[in-house]
């Protein structure tokens, strides 16, 4: 008893002090706020690029030291580096309040040590792992003077033409909303204020990967449903995390302007959702509400995008160029902004940059920090948690280290920079990327002979090269082939329509498939691509993505057994692009196919399947695992209770290895109709050879709600099905379980 008193008084001491340090920020922002005048008010909610990096379109160049000295700026992004962001700062203190400055980056799959890319972490399914990613990538970042970072995207897409589906977690919101937790807890650290982590910012707010067609920065038309369904949950995740910003979209959602959604800012996020931080628009976005054809100038744009909810303006000039005139008109009360800029100077303050502007400014911290060994190493681990195997025709993999002769074909091979994916920083020379060509050769030393030839460039249209490349794999007792894309064809602005293998690649895989020779391909790329002969006639293949500063040698390490793949792709591969959207989670129709490759007058295609290539969850092992002996606590579930589900599982091959238990559930009648199958919990379970464990998963009623024609969040009784398998198209277990209660 004298135990549990101590704790609660423990407890109660420790909510005071976190209650009068919250009040006592709130009262500093309004002593400061009490100070400003409106002009510095809106300068607070301006932010303006360095000219050193770009990363959206280029407007006239602003001297930064005159604004800043000015009190024109909140925040300054594309500067990085302890002496860049510590000049900034000194003119920020020349200011007549002393306002410090935010520094930010798009820091996305690591800063100096680069990551593999977020859509190769999340096939990972390994939520330690990308936490860590984004921790070392947090920690870097804060070392070199940063104080915030661009990320996590949590965008679902399932349109692989969007280029920039290789910066996010895939199709599912489930998945995507467990590492979107997962990110923000990696960047943020163990706070605001730490100087070993940045703030996060959520993005791009909402919906931006539905854009039509593929197309970046197009339109999106979605019912509410599928908002609220589908692309709403990893943002809210975000936000339950606890992250820091939020960012606009460049679209329009059915057909208002993300950057002026009074719903999605002041509704959902400020709202419903009660976010307390800032929303920051992307580059330009507040602008560019013109193009749109929603306003007329920047004035008008200025106004939509300030009552709708966005707090501080990326580089459209809208802001500091019209809301001082704009309060004076009357169209927008300063009691906006004083919310705006009292969200903004919260975070300063929560980050102790009015303690010490200065704290993230160490030089020492930064040498000392950077692309540590123990980075690198991490860096290694996720590499290799990332790749996927998707084909391995009689056990060609892990390769027989007595082969003596191995031929490395294709434009990959050698290539480094390409390693590195989009959205990573140039470090130059420095860079050290480790090619495939590299590892393989730190790998096997002088007891193996690797021939390489290149075949052709990645968009080659000439098979000039082929007559060398198939001359060098004759030479050859196993052929690895590494093709794909360059590091700049999937990204922001890198949609594309055709998404088959670049250039004559696929034509040099057949060329090289024809000397008879064992052939193992390696695609690396930042989406799913097409590459339906290769698919079929390869004897082994590995989609290994773009893998970051450790690429090479991470690939060997998989190609030799010392790391047994365990990845699983988080998005579906289709076979065409005249299948997409493609995703698992489709809704049933009054015809369905009775199976994938039936389409007489069902639902479905005359010229090809219905199935995709690969499906969501797919991801094969060295090892072979048997799912059994499923149970499931009770048959019957109320409304306000659980059921208990568990499976054993094992090890049955040669390998240790890593499975990704995947749980699926099937609302079979509802008031809407509901998904085939939805992803609602998964484990990642390491297993030597022969061992079993027991599985164990939890149903409740969260697992079960979806949103109504209400929108309201709740779950209906009736029959379910219960999946367990190893993708979602592997269901090995099966089981029908009842909700109680009335409709």
Not at 666 to 693: I, N, Q
């Amino acid at each position: 008893m004298i135990k549990q008193i101590i704790i609660i008084v423990c407890s109660l001491i420790l909510c005071a002090n976190s209650f009068a340090q919250q009040k006592s920020i709130e009262e500093k922002v309004n002593a400061l706020m009490s100070k400003m005048n409106l002009e510095e008010k809106v300068g607070q909610m301006n932010q303006y690029s360095s000219t050193e990096e770009l990363t959206g379109p280029k407007m006239a160049s602003p001297d930064l030291l005159k604004e800043i000295r000015a009190g024109r700026l909140g925040s300054v992004l594309n500067i990085r580096g302890v002496k860049q962001t510590r000049q900034l700062q000194e003119a920020a203190m020349q200011t007549r309040l002393k306002i410090p400055l935010l520094f930010a980056h798009d820091v996305i799959h690591g800063y100096r040590v680069t990551f593999p890319i977020p859509l190769a972490e999340a096939a990972s399914w390994d939520l330690d792992a990308i936490e860590l990613s984004a921790r070392i990538a947090g920690k870097e970042a804060a070392a070199a003077g940063l104080h915030w970072t661009f990320a996590p995207m949590v965008d679902i897409c399932r349109d692989p033409r969007w280029g920039r589906v290789m910066e996010g977690a895939g199709e599912d919101p489930y998945l995507g909303s467990l590492i979107a937790k997962a990110r923000v807890k990696g960047f943020q650290g163990k706070g605001f204020g730490s100087t070993d982590a940045v703030m996060a910012c959520a993005k791009h707010f909402a919906a931006y990967g539905a854009a039509i067609g593929g197309r970046d920065y197009n339109s999106v038309d979605i019912s509410g449903r599928m908002l609220w369904e589908t692309y709403l949950p990893p943002f809210k995740a975000a936000a339950d995390a606890g992250v820091a910003t939020f960012m606009n979209s460049f679209n329009d959602l059915n057909g208002v302007p993300a950057s002026a959604s009074t719903y999605l800012q002041r509704d959902i996020l400020k709202g419903k959702w009660n976010f307390k931080g800032f929303v920051v628009s992307d580059w330009g976005s507040i602008g560019e509400m013109i193009q749109h054809g929603y306003v007329k100038d920047n004035y008008e744009a200025a106004e939509a995008a300030v009552k709708a909810g966005s707090d501080m303006d990326m580089e459209s000039r809208s802001y500091i160029n019209n809301l001082v005139q704009l309060v004076k008109d009357k169209k927008v009360p300063e009691s906006v902004i004083d919310e705006a800029v009292k969200r903004i100077l919260t975070l300063k303050f929560k980050m102790g940059l009015f303690d010490d502007p200065f704290r993230y400014c160490d030089e020492k911290r930064e040498a000392a920090t950077l692309n540590t060994p123990e980075h690198q190493a991490a860096a290694l681990r996720m590499a290799e948690k990332s790749m996927v195997l998707l084909k391995n025709e009689n056990q060609l993999l892990p390769l027989n280290k007595e082969y003596k002769t191995i031929a490395l074909i294709g434009p990959m091979a050698k290539s480094n920079a390409d390693m590195k994916g989009f959205w990573a920083l140039d470090w130059g020379k420095e860079d050290n990327l480790v090619s495939l060509y590299d590892g393989m050769q730190h790998k096997v030393g002088n007891t193996t002979q690797l021939l390489y030839s290149k075949g052709c460039d990645i968009t080659d249209t000439s098979r000039a090269q082929f007559t060398e490349a198939v001359a060098t794999a004759q030479k050859a007792e196993v052929i690895i082939m590494a093709i794909g894309e360059a590091h700049d064809m999937s990204g922001e602005a890198k949609s594309r329509a055709n998404i088959h293998l670049p250039g004559v690649q696929e034509e040099l895989v057949k060329a090289i498939q024809a000397t008879g020779k064992p052939l193992i391909v390696l695609i690396m790329a930042g989406r799913p691509l097409i590459f339906n002969w290769t698919a079929d006639n390869a004897n082994a293949i590995l989609y290994t993505w773009w893998l970051g500063s450790q690429a090479g040698n991470a690939m060997a390490n998989v190609l030799y057994g010392d790391y047994n793949p365990s990845g699983k792709l988080p998005i579906t591969f289709p076979r065409f692009e005249g299948q997409i959207p493609l995703y698992y989670n489709y809704l049933n129709t009054g015809r369905p196919a009775q199976n994938e490759d039936i389409t007489f007058y069902r639902s479905g295609y005359i010229d090809t399947p219905n199935s995709p290539r690969y499906h969501f969850g797919y991801g094969l092992s060295y090892t072979q695992f048997k799912y059994e002996n499923l149970k499931l606590s009770d048959t019957v579930m109320n409304k306000n209770g659980s059921i208990k589900v568990s499976l054993l599982l094992t090890n049955t091959g040669k390998f240790a290895g890593e499975e990704v238990a995947q749980l699926y559930l099937r609302d079979y009648v509802a008031s809407l109709v509901r998904p085939v199958k939805e992803l609602k919990d998964f484990k990642k379970v390491y297993l030597h050879p022969g061992e079993t464990k027991t599985i164990e998963f939890t149903i409740d009623k969260e697992k079960l709600s979806f949103y109504n024609a209400r929108l309201l969040w709740d779950c209906e009784p009736g029959t379910f099905k219960l999946m367990i398998g190893s993708s979602s198209k592997d269901i090995r277990l099966e089981g029908d379980f009842e909700l109680m209660g009335s409709r």
